[in-house]
């Protein structure tokens, strides 16, 4: 009886008529008249192909002129330093930078926390501090490293309250 039934499922699966091939969905892009006016004018140069753009590239560019539009005058100063600084970098240290970028990202919330933490304490010492710990660390092993790293872990979980 389950032969018949299974040969019974299978005519019926290879006479029903073929169901259109489903596109795959598409994230919504942005429209260009959805942005501000000082968007547009900001993204002036993207108009002319605004609309052939993937969704992705639209969002992204909403994005940064919005944070751009944010910014104080000193905040775009200094933007505009590290584009330059960027544009004049070379290819390989600008690999180094999105590498670095990309295991940032890979890291989970908290372990994104922890290293922007250190970042920030790691700014507030004196320049010549902030030097001598980065020879240091330029300097040390695998194996060094690995121990300096666990040493900062203890103590930053020492210092972390209950």
């Known amino acids: 009886m389950k032969a018949v039934q299974l040969l019974?499922?299978?005519?019926?699966?290879?006479?029903?008529?073929?169901?259109?091939a489903q596109?795959?969905?598409?994230?919504?892009?942005?429209?260009?008249?959805s942005l501000s006016?000082?968007?547009?004018?900001?993204?002036?140069?993207?108009?002319?192909?605004?609309?052939?753009m993937p969704p992705a590239r639209q969002k992204a560019l909403t994005r940064g002129s919005e944070?751009?539009?944010a910014m104080?005058?000193?905040?775009?100063?200094?933007?505009?330093?590290?584009f330059k600084e960027w544009q004049?970098?070379?290819?390989?240290?600008?690999?180094?930078?999105?590498?670095?970028?990309?295991?940032?990202?890979?890291?989970?919330?908290e372990q994104q926390r922890e290293?922007?933490?250190?970042?920030?304490?790691f700014k507030q010492f004196a320049p010549e501090r902030r030097r001598a710990l980065r020879e240091r660390w330029q300097n040390a092993t695998?194996?060094?490293?690995?121990?300096?790293?666990?040493r900062a872990r203890r103590n930053q979980q020492r210092l972390r309250p209950p």
């Open 72 to 82: 104080t005058p000193e905040e775009r100063g200094a933007a505009q330093n590290r």
């Open 67 to 69: 944070r751009w539009l």
């Open 115 to 121: 290293v922007r933490d250190n970042f920030r304490t």
């Open 142 to 150: 695998p194996a060094q490293r690995e121990r300096m790293l666990e």
């Open 37 to 52: 006016g000082e968007q547009q004018g900001l993204l002036a140069d993207f108009a002319p192909r605004w609309e052939q």
């Open 88 to 109: 004049k970098a070379a290819p390989q240290r600008r690999d180094l930078v999105r590498k670095r970028w990309s295991d940032f990202q890979s890291l989970s919330p």
């Open 8 to 20: 019974f499922v299978t005519l019926m699966l290879l006479s029903a008529p073929a169901l259109p």
């Open 23 to 33: 596109e795959p969905q598409t994230p919504p892009g942005v429209t260009w008249s």
